[in-house]
């Protein structure tokens, strides 16, 4: 915002100085209430933005995994895809053997020439369940990370909203004393009571984003 709370406690302080009768020294307390209330919206606003960036930083880094985790898992369906089709086919080889007479040789002889699909066909076996697991599991870390991203920028988008409000709020309080300020140096009551309402505003503004007032969706609960 265009003001801190320490040009509004100078503004108290300049007040000060001028407080010589009963209503300038009760517009002065005013003013000092106001930059207190000032002072602590002002904090908790650069919290929340702070909290913003924080989260939108956590979306991408999850977002990145979801990237990885998808490569990783289609790479891993795909190895255990072309596994299983080479197993396919080995059983199948098999079957078209067997079903062959013996002309040329013994069993011994057959059993030699089909040894070796054999034991792929029961290493496939063991291992393809294994993989698939692996791909199932890189999967889930895929989803949970998609969660957590979606997770983090909807709550980004809530603390987003609260800190619209602070600094809303912000900037009522900001002008409510300069309205007080105002009253001091012309003697006015009106600009005091303007600069209360001013106040007022801006503090109910600042609670209705602390506490998710009219703030549908994006309020905090």
Known sequence: MGHGPEETLEHAEHAQHAAHNPFDRRVTVSIAIVAAILAAVTMVGHEAH??????????????????????????????????????????????FVSMMPLRF??????EK???????????????????????EKLKKKAEESQERADKAVSDS?????????????????????VLCSMAILT???????SGLACSLLGLL????????????EGGHH
């Not at 930083?57 to 072309?82: H, M, N, P, S, W």
């Not at 009522?172 to 004393?177: E, K, S």
């Open 205 to 216: 503004v600042a609670l209705s984003g602390y506490f998710g007032w009219l703030m549908g």
């Open 187 to 193: 003697k006015s009551r009106p600009f005091w009571y």
């Open 105 to 110: 040789g013994t069993e011994q002889v057959q």
């Open 50 to 95: 702070n909290e913003t960036l924080r989260l939108q930083g956590d979306a991408i880094k999850e977002q990145a995994l979801v990237g990885v985790y998808r490569t990783d898992t289609a790479d891993q369906y795909a190895f255990y895809q072309a596994k299983k089709n080479r197993g396919v086919m080995y059983e199948a080889f098999l079957d």
């Open 113 to 135: 020439a089909t040894g070796k699909w054999k034991k792929q066909v029961e290493q496939y076996a063991k291992e393809l369940p294994k993989m698939l697991e692996e791909a």
């Open 157 to 177: 988008h809530k603390v987003h909203a609260q800190a619209d409000r602070f600094d809303l709020g912000e900037l009522a309080l900001q002008l409510g004393v």
